[in-house]
């Protein structure tokens, strides 16, 4: 069967780009360099047909020998391939692969994911749910709404933090990036807008545009926290039919909302019919340990997802939507098409591991505080031109670089042996060029290892020594 090929118009690829001149090379290199960026790390996806050279030379505001050369070196590289009736399309070379994924090469240390391995507790409460299990076999082994204990546990969490919850009111998915993949389904049409941060999670991003939404950026900083002029000038202005927010524990800024925003930004939604999508992943995670009230104590109409990726372990692929029992419903019936429920066994070893969790995630957060210093140490000595937030808490920092040149120092610092997330990554126009994403919940000799990798490459930055290598060093020179 024939794959479709998708195309990328000069104006999409011109919004993926952002501020590309910025490169210390020739405009061909930067060219080809921040396009070589946005294939790895799949914001180009792989077969898409790039735009002709001409059409991207006159929007660029440059000469087609300009996009000319930048395509043909991707050609050199394998990152292009000219096919017969559908030009230049997207590729890797043989061995390479982009940055959201696995990467089966133990010279490559993958700081672009910011997760935590398993805590011991998992091994008994695994034990402890195959035990419970054959009390469940008569049953199918999954579900759409999820196992009737598990939602009435879940449901007392909510109920605890001062937002009264039924288990009615909550439906088990397969993680938080399922949940909101599903709701961005179920609630948006295609040409909606959806308010989003900006920056934001990627992944989200991506699930709101595929079910068709336009996204509309309100900015967030990790210095000043959210705006609050251009939420009152976005909701009228641009009429959303949801807004995604993760208000505890932002990513990538580990910013926390105030309350009173909270009650703000629900009441705007409210007045203009705007759903709100509360992303929950992060919120056990602040280092003050407290227990906020969820957003939703400020409308019914707030859908709140959770999960236990970030706090328990990823491979834990369970999250929850909490919302309105009409909403839940419709959720359910909108879900079959993409998955008939979720498993039986893994909700067992989530029950078994809820009666611990505030201890567990205590542990938690005094590992990451101890990685977050860790951190701190070592880029304010050895990287010191480069500007680190006070953080609430979470799992990164969000790195101010001092200059513009994220996505051509993640090119170097891959070759160096580090995978970083540049700052567009998490840009909803391609914006965040003086900023990348670390992680700090890493063990220490891994924390170690990337700072030490990640000043080689801002040395080669700094003194131009990437500009003598040849022209596929920035793959090939991987230490």
């Given at each position: 069967?024939?794959?479709?090929?998708?195309?990328?118009?000069?104006?999409?690829?011109?919004?993926?780009?952002?501020?590309?001149?910025?490169?210390?090379?020739?405009?061909?290199?930067?060219?080809?360099?921040?396009?070589?960026?946005?294939?790895?790390?799949?914001?180009?996806?792989?077969?898409?047909?790039?735009?002709?050279?001409?059409?991207?030379?006159?929007?660029?505001?440059?000469?087609?020998?300009?996009?000319?050369?930048?395509?043909?070196?991707?050609?050199?590289?394998?990152?292009?391939v000219s096919r017969r009736g559908s030009g230049s399309v997207a590729a890797l070379p043989a061995g390479d692969a982009p940055a959201f994924d696995i990467v089966d090469r133990p010279d490559l240390l993958d700081f672009s994911k910011a997760t935590l391995p398993a805590l011991p507790a998992v091994v008994e409460a695994a034990a402890a749910a195959v035990e419970r299990l054959p009390h469940h076999l008569g049953l199918a082994g999954f579900d759409?709404?999820?196992?009737?204990?598990?939602?009435?546990?879940?449901?007392?969490?909510?109920?605890?933090?001062?937002?009264?919850?039924?288990?009615?009111?909550?439906?088990?998915?397969?993680?938080?990036?399922?949940?909101?993949?599903?709701?961005?389904?179920?609630?948006?049409?295609?040409?909606?807008?959806?308010?989003?941060?900006?920056?934001?999670?990627?992944?989200?991003?991506?699930?709101?545009?595929?079910?068709?939404?336009?996204?509309?950026?309100?900015?967030?900083?990790?210095?000043?926290?959210?705006?609050?002029?251009?939420?009152?000038?976005?909701?009228?202005?641009?009429?959303?039919?949801?807004?995604?927010?993760?208000?505890?524990?932002?990513?990538?800024?580990?910013?926390?909302?105030?309350?009173?925003?909270?009650?703000?930004?629900?009441?705007?939604?409210?007045?203009?019919?705007?759903?709100?999508?509360?992303?929950?992943?992060?919120?056990?995670?602040?280092?003050?340990?407290?227990?906020?009230?969820?957003?939703?104590?400020?409308?019914?109409?707030?859908?709140?997802?959770?999960?236990?990726?970030?706090?328990?372990?990823?491979?834990?692929?369970?999250?929850?939507?909490?919302?309105?029992?009409?909403?839940?419903?419709?959720?359910?019936?909108?879900?079959?098409?993409?998955?008939?429920?979720?498993?039986?066994?893994?909700?067992?070893?989530?029950?078994?591991?809820?009666?611990?969790?505030?201890?567990?995630?205590?542990?938690?957060?005094?590992?990451?505080?101890?990685?977050?210093?860790?951190?701190?140490?070592?880029?304010?000595?050895?990287?010191?031109?480069?500007?680190?937030?006070?953080?609430?808490?979470?799992?990164?920092?969000?790195?101010?670089?001092?200059?513009?040149?994220?996505?051509?120092?993640?090119?170097?610092?891959?070759?160096?042996?580090?995978?970083?997330?540049?700052?567009?990554?998490?840009?909803?126009?391609?914006?965040?060029?003086?900023?990348?994403?670390?992680?700090?919940?890493?063990?220490?000799?891994?924390?170690?290892?990337?700072?030490?990798?990640?000043?080689?490459?801002?040395?080669?930055?700094?003194?131009?020594?990437?500009?003598?290598?040849?022209?596929?060093?920035?793959?090939?020179?991987?230490?």
């Open positions: 069967m024939a794959t479709m090929t998708t195309t990328l118009s000069a104006r999409a690829l011109s919004a993926l780009l952002g501020e590309w001149r910025s490169h210390s090379g020739t405009l061909a290199q930067a060219l080809s360099d921040r396009v070589r960026l946005l294939i790895l790390d799949g914001r180009i996806a792989l077969g898409a047909r790039l735009p002709a050279e001409r059409q991207l030379a006159d929007h660029e505001g440059v000469s087609r020998t300009t996009v000319a050369a930048a395509y043909a070196r991707l050609r050199d590289l394998g990152y292009l759409l709404f999820g196992l009737d204990e598990l939602r009435a546990a879940l449901a007392d969490r909510y109920s605890a933090r001062g937002l009264p919850t039924t288990p009615e009111q909550i439906l088990v998915t397969l993680g938080a990036q399922h949940a909101i993949a599903l709701i961005a389904t179920a609630l948006i049409g295609r040409g909606d807008r959806a308010l989003v941060e900006n920056p934001s999670y990627p992944h989200a991003l991506e699930a709101l545009t595929a079910a068709g939404a336009r996204l509309v950026g309100v900015p967030v900083s990790a210095d000043a926290g959210w705006d609050d002029d251009a939420f009152a000038q976005l909701f009228p202005r641009s009429a959303p039919s949801v807004a995604y927010l993760m208000p505890d524990v932002h990513n990538p800024t580990c910013r926390i909302m105030p309350d009173e925003q909270r009650a703000r930004v629900a009441a705007l939604a409210e007045r203009h019919g705007t759903r709100i999508i509360v992303d929950e992943t992060m919120a056990d995670l602040a280092f003050d340990g407290i227990s906020r009230p969820p957003m939703a104590v400020h409308s019914s109409r707030i859908i709140t997802v959770g999960s236990v990726g970030k706090s328990v372990w990823g491979g834990i692929r369970l999250g929850w939507i909490r919302a309105d029992r009409d909403t839940i419903s419709e959720l359910a019936r909108a879900r079959p098409p993409g998955d008939l429920g979720s498993p039986t066994l893994e909700q067992l070893l989530l029950l078994e591991l809820l009666p611990r969790y505030d201890e567990l995630v205590g542990e938690r957060r005094e590992l990451l505080r101890r990685g977050e210093a860790l951190l701190r140490e070592l880029v304010t000595r050895q990287l010191p031109d480069w500007h680190l937030p006070q953080i609430d808490g979470g799992l990164v920092l969000w790195t101010n670089l001092g200059r513009p040149v994220a996505s051509e120092f993640a090119l170097l610092a891959r070759s160096e042996g580090v995978q970083i997330g540049a700052g567009p990554r998490f840009s909803v126009d391609g914006a965040f060029e003086r900023y990348i994403r670390l992680p700090f919940c890493y063990p220490e000799p891994l924390i170690r290892r990337a700072v030490d990798g990640l000043e080689r490459a801002w040395l080669r930055l700094d003194g131009g020594a990437h500009r003598a290598l040849p022209s596929d060093a920035l793959v090939d020179a991987v230490v």
